[in-house]
């Protein structure tokens, strides 16, 4: 790391708020203190541009198609577009996309701010629980979801638990109305750890002092955690909905391992149809409309779902 | 050696899971009374490059042909085996870039995603000559010969119809079904904790297998040509009432409780369980997985069987090539040479008696002395001509044999019909 220090009377802010307001901007458009040069980061930026956004933006030309993966292709332009909208089991894909998207919005941030709560300060053997719910985080999904198609199988041990209670056995991801049920409950199962993890570093940073202040001026639980608690940790929650919203957005492993887009359809996501339109029917262009399609989406999503949980405050 | 059974199964397993990436998994080698114009000419001084599909991971008989070639002739093979879920698009890839073998191994026709016609449309693949084009059984042009020229040699011949536990049925008391009435009788009668078929019902492509193998009485025995007449746009799926039937013979398959418990959720696990335990007594995997269940279950009697036809009618199954072979056309000249001297090579009956019996195939040129006792139920069918190519090699799009599985598994499910399930068939095929 290489710094530069200029030289010069060092003023800080308390001397600019006191009226010293043409040294202070003189100070801010050359700073003490600088950490290289903007020009240093040219490579590495036009790498990422390269490598990143310009291979994206030439497979985003694909979408406009009609290539097969081999061979030539003509131009169609909009016509991979309307084959989407006007495909029914497409559609059906992006309403899976979406209910599997906000759905483990909803259940990671709740659950994972529930235990984070509970594991904050008080109970005494919160570091191993800690542990324990964070665990399936470090394993491979695709991992975690053959375990989980295991306990699922018509034979497996859930089937087991029914059985035993004197309930029929259910084909749990051959069902279509239990299917992608199923693969939230997966999905939720293995990233809640990591909304809990989120949230515990949002929660260490509430000073306690204020709640105690807040309590003995006779703010009651829900008072407390409604206004201060939550503005507390609104960057978590922020950071926290933001992830899951993407990664809900983009969720493949889970089902292709456990349902493969099954049964007949009921479980596919836009991702998975990607992968299917794209490498397993060699239709490219397609594939690649799709895959244009999705990330408009999740681009969409995201900027909504900053703007929903910004600071306003700071702007106030 | 302890461990060769579980191995065998494991790797049944593995075959039996490659029709998800679009057709059959087992091959073998046919007999030609044409090859030898080559025959491992010492002219041949290049080595040359040899991409395969190698399901098992384990020993690939196409290794043991190279390895035989290089020793009958001295010329170097390198090798390399690629896993069945990803090879088509490692093939293409390669093919792009420039870096593909200069032999390779395909489906044969257009209808998968390993299929080589589509290769041969676009300028990869060299056209062959005529030692090539003799092996090519009758009906079966179009999936290797495109405007004239043949861009691939087939390998073998297997056959697609049921895999029938005989021991299983005997010990259950239930015979090979003469038709489908009895068929459904024997579903009904069958014993308790057992099924007349496992099925991997949450794998769309072995419910499509089904329904193919299904299909042969149905729609193929009397019309053979339905595919072209398809192409035409004289028929459809939706408006055939042979298909009709193939879907209908499904539902009711399924409400007489002919699958496993639990089938729609099934994987390809309940069907190398089912039939290696003898909890069910037939299903729907290509014919030469009936040669490697036999190998890992020691005692067990596999066969192959057609599926029942309708009462009345005479039976009929489908048999043509699972492989075929194809030279780079950017290859080096040399090492082109080498490939297409190797294919010659092959070609021969006795080097393709050899690999026909190691991948549990028949010959290409249909039944002989060689068959595999497997096969000796469908013996009669083979001799006499009563089978056709297996549709879908020929179907113009992996989309179309996609459609009609997931179609299938969404009868089995409750989730569509059979009108919109052919309908969607046809608007993939019209893609």
Not at chain 1, 277 to 290: I, K, V
Not at chain 2, 89 to 100: E, F, H, I, P, S
Not at chain 2, 152 to 181: I, Y
Request: hydrophobic residues 45%; charged residues 15%; contains cysteine.
């Amino acid at each position: 790391m290489t710094a530069t220090i200029r030289k010069g009377p060092v003023v800080g802010e308390g001397s600019s708020a006191a009226g010293g307001g043409a040294v202070s901007r003189s100070r801010r458009a050359r700073p003490l203190i600088t950490y290289g040069r903007w020009w240093w980061a040219l490579p590495a930026i036009a790498m990422v541009a390269l490598v990143h956004y310009a291979a994206t933006a030439g497979g985003a030309v694909y979408a406009f198609t009609d290539w097969t993966g081999i061979g030539d292709f003509d131009f169609i332009g909009l016509d991979n577009f309307r084959r989407i909208f006007d495909d029914p089991k497409l559609i059906g894909s992006l309403k899976n996309t979406l209910f599997l998207a906000f759905g483990f919005l909803v259940l990671t941030n709740v659950v994972g701010l529930c235990l984070a709560l509970a594991l904050n300060r008080t109970l005494k053997s919160r570091y191993l629980l800690r542990v324990l719910f964070f665990m399936p985080v470090v394993l491979s999904p695709l991992a975690v979801s053959y375990v989980w198609k295991f306990i699922f199988d018509f034979k497996g041990p859930l089937n087991g638990v029914l059985g035993w209670v004197g309930m029929e056995p259910r084909t749990w991801l051959a069902d279509p109305t239990l299917a992608l049920w199923a693969v939230l409950l997966v999905m939720a199962w293995q990233t809640t750890g990591m909304v809990m993890v989120i949230f515990l570093a949002g929660l260490a940073t509430v000073p306690i002092e204020i709640e105690e202040a807040a309590a003995i001026d006779g703010a009651g639980t829900w008072r407390r955690f409604r206004h201060i608690t939550i503005p507390s940790i609104r960057p978590s929650i922020a950071i926290a909905s933001t992830l899951m919203l993407i990664q809900g957005l983009r969720v493949f492993d889970q089902v292709m391992a456990l349902t493969g887009g099954g049964p007949a359809g009921a479980t596919e996501t836009l991702a998975t149809q990607v992968y299917k339109q794209t490498f397993a029917l060699s239709n490219f262009g397609f594939g690649a409309a799709l895959a244009l399609l999705l990330t408009l989406i999740m681009l969409v999503f995201s900027v909504l779902q900053q703007v929903a949980t910004r600071d306003r405050s700071q702007g106030a | 050696m302890t461990q060769r059974g579980p191995w065998r199964l494991r790797r049944v397993s593995v075959l039996l899971a490659a029709p998800a990436v679009g057709a059959l998994t087992l091959t073998g080698c046919g007999g030609s009374e044409s090859g030898g114009e080559a025959g491992g000419s010492a002219a041949a001084a290049d080595g040359f490059t040899f991409t395969f599909e190698n399901a098992s991971g384990g020993e690939s008989p196409w290794q043991l042909l190279a390895d035989e070639y290089t020793a009958a002739t001295g010329v170097e093979i390198e090798t390399q085996g690629l896993p069945p879920d990803s090879y088509g698009l490692t093939v293409r890839t390669q093919l792009q870039g420039g870096n593909a073998s200069d032999l390779m191994m395909f489906s044969p026709g257009a209808g998968n995603s390993n299929a080589v016609m589509p290769l041969a449309e676009a300028g990869y693949i060299e056209p062959l000559g005529e030692s090539s084009t003799e092996l090519i059984p009758e009906g079966n042009e179009d999936l290797f010969v495109l405007d004239g020229k043949t861009y691939a040699q087939p390998t073998d011949l297997v056959p697609v119809g049921m895999v029938w536990n005989a021991g299983a049925a005997t010990e259950a008391g239930v015979e090979v079904p003469g038709d489908f009435d009895a068929m459904i009788e024997a579903c009904k009668a069958v014993g308790e904790g057992k099924s007349l078929f496992a099925l991997a019902g949450s794998v769309p492509q072995n419910a499509g297998l089904m329904t193919m193998s299904i299909s042969a009485t149905r729609v193929y025995a009397e019309d053979p040509d339905w595919n072209s007449k398809r192409a035409e746009g004289s028929v459809s799926f939706a408006d055939s009432k042979g298909w009709q039937d193939t879907l209908q013979t499904v539902v009711d398959m399924n409400e007489a409780g002919c699958f496993q418990d639990g089938a729609a959720g099934g994987g390809f696990d309940a069907i190398t369980q089912g039939l290696t335990q003898g909890s069910a007594l037939g299903a729907f995997v290509p014919g030469a997985a009936a040669t490697e269940l036999a190998k890992a279950t020691p005692g067990a009697k596999f066969e192959v069987e057609p599926f029942p036809a309708p009462t009345g009618a005479d039976p009929y199954m489908f048999a043509s090539p699972n492989y075929a072979l194809a030279v780079n056309a950017k290859a080096e000249p040399g090492a082109k040479q080498a490939a297409i001297d190797f294919l010659a090579w092959a070609a021969q009956p006795e080097n393709s008696r050899t690999f026909t019996e190691l991948q549990g195939g028949v010959a290409i040129t249909g039944p002989d002395e060689n068959l595999a006792p497997v096969y000796a139920p469908v013996a009669d069918l083979l001799e006499a001509g009563d089978y056709s190519p297996l549709p879908l090699l020929s179907w113009p799009n992996p989309g179309v044999y996609d459609a009609l599985s997931t179609g299938v598994q969404g009868l089995l499910t409750g989730q569509g019909d059979i009108p919109s399930a052919l309908a969607a068939v046809d608007a993939a095929w019209d893609q």
